[in-house]
């Protein structure tokens, strides 16, 4: 998700308005001497909306279990919310605003776009950061002590997807848009990279304006070209619009997307037209024995925890094994110790970092949208 501009202040790519950052109010209890605060910060706003409620449903759970099973150290844990509605601009706001809190941990940001630029406040401020989802090489790439994530990169994302189209749909006009964001045109930049390599050139390769509802002159030039297959680098709302718009025209085309279609959002805009969409994205964390107890108290209250849920919950687990190992919530300990011990047995499964803070092993697997408005793991 999976650096500004949506993933680095590099090329704005979201068209949301800036609006004041928001600390939404903490949760959780607090122990006596005060509370040990960590941060949820993602897009509870804005059209990307799901995604934040995703990461805040995970880290609320994650806080209820660790506060239930006495707490982090010996402290029970508040959860401070902040919304940056994947604005890079607004992120630092939080940034600056959650650091201010002396917060130990932010699980987030979602937007790449949003995690770059934050990141520099976290690392100035002493704050440890782990990403459940921003997906752009950037953010680790700059090597900053503090940064972390959980899933994979948009490099190791770009290469399965390349390969797969160029294998799967051999002879078939493909092409590939993106949004002009960090996250988007550079998972679109990866894919193509990997296409190229498996002797695939492909049809068509443009930018699209985000927040747009007509996307007709797009469609129009995707016709013209006579494309099959259309890999989108961006997010589900747009997605959903131009596949949906294609099909209108008669269209007969496959989208395949990334991790950002991740949502039950997705088939809300496409209906039917949705049918046979593929994504890349990791192995449906759902299923797996580590996290089925987990997975259960999410069903107790009627949470599906789909997408990044278990992403940001498994963050905040990992966070407070290394505390108990590092013996200490200072976050260069607590990074230390993230880095030289592992792997770290969680929601996730096992989970080891290199020098850089990512994850030494990222799977991707393909997942195809049903008739029946659900997805599942190919």
Not at 35 to 61: C, D, H, S
Not at 162 to 183: C, E, W
């Given at each position: 998700m999976s650096t500004v501009n949506r993933r680095s202040l590099l090329g704005a790519g979201l068209a949301l308005p800036l609006a004041a950052p928001v600390l939404l109010g903490s949760r959780g209890a607090r122990a006596q001497g005060g509370p040990l605060r960590i941060a949820?910060?993602?897009?509870?706003?804005?059209?990307?909306?799901?995604?934040?409620?995703?990461?805040?449903?995970?880290?609320?759970?994650?806080?209820?279990?660790?506060?239930?099973?006495?707490?982090?150290?010996?402290?029970?844990?508040?959860?401070?919310?902040?919304?940056?509605?994947?604005?890079?601009?607004?992120?630092?706001?939080?940034?600056?605003?959650?650091?201010?809190?002396?917060?130990?941990?932010?699980?987030?940001?979602f937007c790449s776009g949003s995690s770059i630029p934050a990141n520099k406040v976290y690392a100035e401020e002493g704050v440890l950061q782990i990403s459940p989802a921003s997906t752009n090489p950037v953010?680790?790439?700059?090597?900053?002590?503090?940064?972390?994530?959980?899933?994979?990169?948009?490099?190791?994302?770009?290469?399965?997807?390349?390969?797969?189209?160029?294998?799967?749909?051999?002879?078939?006009?493909?092409?590939?848009?993106?949004?002009?964001?960090?996250?988007?045109?550079?998972?679109?930049?990866?894919?193509?990279?990997?296409?190229?390599?498996?002797g695939v050139t492909e049809a068509l390769y443009a930018a699209y304006t985000p927040g747009e509802r007509d996307y007709s002159a797009i469609v129009s030039r995707l016709k013209a070209a006579n494309i099959a297959v259309i890999y989108i680098g961006g997010y589900h709302t747009e997605a959903g619009l131009i596949l949906r718009q294609a099909k209108e025209q008669g269209m007969k085309v496959t989208l395949i997307g990334g991790d950002a279609l991740v949502t039950n959002e997705f088939w809300q805009i496409t209906g039917a037209a949705g049918e046979g969409t593929l994504m890349t994205f990791a192995p449906d964390l759902r299923t797996r024995p580590t996290a089925a107890p987990v997975v259960a108290r999410f069903k107790a209250r009627n949470i599906d925890p789909e997408g990044y849920t278990l992403y940001t919950y498994g963050a905040i687990q990992i966070w407070a094994d290394a505390v108990k190992k590092a013996g200490?919530?200072?976050?260069?300990?607590v990074a230390a110790a993230?880095?030289?011990?592992?792997?770290?047995?969680?929601?996730?499964?096992?989970?080891?970092?290199?020098?850089?803070?990512d994850p030494t092993v990222a799977d991707y697997v393909f997942y195809v949208w049903k008739n029946d408005g659900s997805y599942a793991q190919m």
């Amino acid at each position: 998700m999976s650096t500004v501009n949506r993933r680095s202040l590099l090329g704005a790519g979201l068209a949301l308005p800036l609006a004041a950052p928001v600390l939404l109010g903490s949760r959780g209890a607090r122990a006596q001497g005060g509370p040990l605060r960590i941060a949820v910060a993602g897009p509870m706003t804005g059209q990307y909306a799901a995604f934040g409620a995703q990461m805040k449903n995970g880290a609320e759970q994650a806080v209820t279990d660790l506060n239930g099973a006495g707490g982090v150290m010996g402290q029970q844990l508040t959860l401070e919310q902040g919304d940056d509605a994947c604005d890079p601009r607004q992120a630092v706001s939080v940034a600056n605003q959650l650091a201010s809190r002396q917060v130990k941990l932010v699980a987030g940001h979602f937007c790449s776009g949003s995690s770059i630029p934050a990141n520099k406040v976290y690392a100035e401020e002493g704050v440890l950061q782990i990403s459940p989802a921003s997906t752009n090489p950037v953010y680790t790439d700059n090597g900053s002590w503090n940064t972390f994530r959980v899933c994979g990169r948009d490099d190791q994302q770009g290469a399965v997807a390349g390969k797969y189209i160029a294998t799967t749909y051999k002879g078939q006009p493909v092409a590939i848009l993106h949004d002009n964001s960090a996250y988007g045109k550079g998972l679109a930049d990866e894919t193509k990279k990997s296409l190229n390599g498996n002797g695939v050139t492909e049809a068509l390769y443009a930018a699209y304006t985000p927040g747009e509802r007509d996307y007709s002159a797009i469609v129009s030039r995707l016709k013209a070209a006579n494309i099959a297959v259309i890999y989108i680098g961006g997010y589900h709302t747009e997605a959903g619009l131009i596949l949906r718009q294609a099909k209108e025209q008669g269209m007969k085309v496959t989208l395949i997307g990334g991790d950002a279609l991740v949502t039950n959002e997705f088939w809300q805009i496409t209906g039917a037209a949705g049918e046979g969409t593929l994504m890349t994205f990791a192995p449906d964390l759902r299923t797996r024995p580590t996290a089925a107890p987990v997975v259960a108290r999410f069903k107790a209250r009627n949470i599906d925890p789909e997408g990044y849920t278990l992403y940001t919950y498994g963050a905040i687990q990992i966070w407070a094994d290394a505390v108990k190992k590092a013996g200490s919530t200072d976050p260069q300990k607590v990074a230390a110790a993230l880095k030289a011990s592992g792997p770290w047995t969680s929601v996730l499964g096992e989970t080891s970092f290199d020098k850089k803070g990512d994850p030494t092993v990222a799977d991707y697997v393909f997942y195809v949208w049903k008739n029946d408005g659900s997805y599942a793991q190919m």
